[in-house]
C-alpha cells in the first residue's frame, strides 16, 4: 500500500464551486456517544422529552448516528438468559424516528471506575456472587486486588456460570440482542457492534484501575495473577522447558514510574530471554479472547449489514521510554523493534471487522513531560497498521473536547493528507464516534464549533444517510495461526502524515 501527500485545497468556510467539486468519497461519518446512563441501572429511560429535543438538534447538525452502550449489567441483571431489552428498544425508537443510526457496543463490563466515567452498572449480580465463591474469576493483580469490572480472560472456555463458558454468555447475549432488536438491524437503523473485549469494553487488560488507586502517568500492572492465568502460564512455561519461571515479580506497583521498577527499567527483566516469553504470552492470550469472540459475534450477525467493531485502548504515556511500560501492562507488547497492535489489526481482519481507537483528539504538545508521551505517533503507528493489514479504522477522542484544537487534530487524523478533489483521498477514516452527548455540549458557542466541525468530517458535502450503508456482513475467514499474526509485529514506517488539517475549524467562530 502506497500513499503520497496531497497538496492541500484551500476551502472557503462557505460553500463554493470548488467545495461542491469534492466528492463524497471525502466525507466521514460522525456519530456522538450518547451519555454512560442513558437507559438506568433500573432499567430505565428517563428525560425522554429532553433527549429527543438534543437528538434532534444533532440530526439538524447534520451528525450521522448515535453510538450507545447496551449494558450487560442492565439487561440480564435478574438471571441467567432472562434479558429485558424494553428500554433500549424505547431508545432505538426514538433515535430511529429522529432519523439517527446507531452504533450499540456490547458492554459486558461494569460501567464506573475509568476515566470519565459518572455512572454506576456492575455485571449482572448473579456473575458477580459466582465471583464471591471464586474471586479467581476476576482480574487479579500481584498483591491479590481482584477487579469486578470485567471477567477474566483465563475463563473464557471455563463453565463456571450455572453451567456456561463466559463467551458462552457474551454469545448468547448477543443472539438474543440479534432476536430483539432484529427490526431496527432489518431496517438500517443499527449499523454498527462494537464488541466489548474488556474494561472501559476495550480490548486490554485493567492495568491502570482508578477503583485501586491509580493516578496518571502510572505504569500499571500486569492483572494476570488469578489462579487460571497462573495455571495456564506455568502449562505454557514448563511447554517451553522452563517450569522453574513465574509471573513477574519485579514489575512495580500502579504509580510507579518505569526507572523505579525492576522489571521496565534500564537493562530490565522485559529484555531477558525470561521476560520477553511472558510478554509473548501475556499479549496472545489478549489476542486469543479477542479472536474468540469476534468470532462469535461475526456469526451472530453475519448476513446483516453491520460493522464488527473492536475497540483498542490509546495508552500514550510512556510511549517514548524503551519500555513502554504502561502498553505492556495493558496486553500490548509494543516497543521500538516490535508493533503490539498490527497483529491486533491482522486478527480482526478475517472478522472483517474494524479498529477502533481511541485519543485521536490529542497532540504531544498538551502532554506532560515527564509521563514520555507520544499520543501523535501512536495514533499514526496503529492507524497505519490497520491500513497495512487492509481493514476498516474508526476512532474517537479520550476525553470530551469542545475547543477549535481538539477538533483539528481529529480532522487531521481522519484525513492525513488531506481531500483529494477528483476522487477518494490516499487515506481515510471509516468514521469517528465524538464522546460525548452532554448539556455542556449544547451550550451555544459550543454547538456552533461543533456544528462546524460536522461540516468539516463530511468534507464541506451535505449530510448523506447513504454514506453509512452497509454490505451484508460476510462470515469469519478461518482462524489465522498465531505465528501468523505474529509476522505482524515486524515494524513498518508509518505513511506520511500532513502538518495540519485542510478542513481546519478555525477562523469561523471567535472562542
Not at 439538524?60 to 447496551?70: E, I, L, N
Not at 442492565?74 to 426514538?94: C, G, M, T
Not at 481482519?349 to 477502533?356: F, I
Amino acid at each position: 500500500m502506497q500513499t503520497q501527500t496531497s497538496s492541500p485545497l484551500v476551502l472557503a468556510q462557505t460553500k463554493s464551486p470548488l467545495t461542491r467539486s469534492i466528492p463524497m468519497a471525502n466525507y466521514v461519518p460522525l456519530f456522538v456517544m450518547l451519555p454512560l446512563g442513558v437507559v438506568t441501572r433500573e432499567n430505565e429511560f428517563p428525560n425522554e422529552a429532553k433527549f429527543e429535543q438534543q437528538l434532534n438538534e444533532l440530526k439538524k447538525a447534520g451528525v450521522d448516528g448515535v453510538m450507545v452502550d447496551v449494558w450487560w449489567g442492565i439487561i440480564e441483571a435478574k438471571a441467567p438468559k432472562q434479558y429485558d431489552w424494553s428500554s433500549y428498544i424505547k431508545l432505538f425508537q426514538l433515535v430511529r424516528k429522529c432519523g439517527l443510526r446507531i452504533q450499540a457496543i456490547m458492554s459486558f463490563h461494569q460501567c464506573g471506575g475509568n476515566v470519565g466515567d459518572g455512572v454506576y452498572i456492575p455485571i449482572p449480580e448473579w456473575v458477580l456472587s459466582v465471583g464471591e465463591e471464586d474471586s479467581d474469576v476476576f482480574y487479579t493483580n500481584k498483591s491479590g486486588n481482584r477487579n469486578p469490572e470485567y471477567l477474566s480472560l483465563g475463563v473464557d472456555n471455563l463453565p463456571l456460570f450455572q453451567g456456561r463458558t463466559a463467551v458462552e454468555m457474551y454469545s448468547d447475549f448477543m443472539k438474543s440482542f440479534k432476536e430483539s432488536m432484529s427490526d431496527f438491524l432489518e431496517n438500517g437503523t443499527i449499523v454498527d457492534i462494537e464488541v466489548g473485549l474488556g474494561p472501559a469494553g476495550e480490548l486490554r487488560y485493567p492495568s491502570y484501575p482508578e477503583t485501586q488507586g491509580w493516578v496518571f502517568p502510572g505504569v500499571g500492572e500486569f492483572q494476570c495473577y488469578d489462579k487460571y492465568l497462573k495455571q495456564d502460564f506455568k502449562a505454557a512455561a514448563a511447554k517451553a522447558g522452563h517450569p522453574e519461571w513465574d509471573l513477574p515479580d519485579d514489575a512495580g506497583t500502579y504509580n510507579d514510574t518505569p526507572e523505579k521498577t525492576g522489571f521496565f527499567g534500564p537493562n530490565g527483566t522485559y529484555q531477558t530471554e525470561k521476560g520477553i516469553f511472558f510478554l509473548k504470552w501475556y499479549s496472545n492470550k489478549l489476542i486469543e479472547h479477542g479472536d474468540q469472540i469476534l468470532d462469535q459475534a461475526n456469526k451472530v450477525f453475519h448476513g446483516c449489514r453491520v460493522r464488527i467493531a473492536a475497540k483498542v485502548s490509546g495508552i500514550h504515556w510512556w510511549y517514548t521510554d524503551d519500555s513502554h511500560a504502561c502498553e505492556l501492562t495493558s496486553g500490548y507488547y509494543n516497543m521500538k523493534h516490535r508493533d503490539g497492535y498490527r497483529p491486533i489489526a491482522r486478527m480482526i481482519s478475517r472478522h472483517y471487522g474494524t479498529l477502533n481507537f481511541t485519543c485521536l483528539e490529542m497532540r504531544n504538545s498538551e502532554q506532560s513531560a515527564d509521563a514520555k508521551s507520544a499520543p501523535e505517533q501512536l495514533v499514526q503507528q496503529v492507524l497505519s497498521g490497520g491500513w497495512t493489514e487492509k481493514i476498516d479504522v474508526a476512532g474517537e477522542n479520550a476525553l470530551s473536547r469542545y475547543d477549535r484544537e481538539g477538533y483539528n487534530q481529529i480532522l487531521l487524523n481522519v484525513r492525513p493528507n488531506g481531500v483529494k478533489k477528483n476522487g477518494p483521498p490516499k487515506l481515510k477514516m471509516a468514521g469517528v464516534t465524538y464522546l460525548r452527548q452532554s448539556d455542556e455540549l449544547f451550550e451555544p458557542n459550543n454547538f456552533e464549533i461543533f456544528k462546524l466541525f460536522v461540516q468539516k468530517m463530511h468534507a464541506d458535502q451535505e449530510y448523506c444517510r447513504e454514506m453509512t450503508d452497509l454490505p451484508s456482513l460476510e462470515r469469519s475467514k478461518p482462524k489465522i495461526p498465531i505465528e501468523k499474526l505474529l509476522e505482524a509485529t515486524k515494524p513498518i514506517d508509518t505513511f506520511p502524515w500532513d502538518g495540519e488539517t485542510d478542513m481546519s475549524v478555525d477562523g469561523a467562530l471567535d472562542d
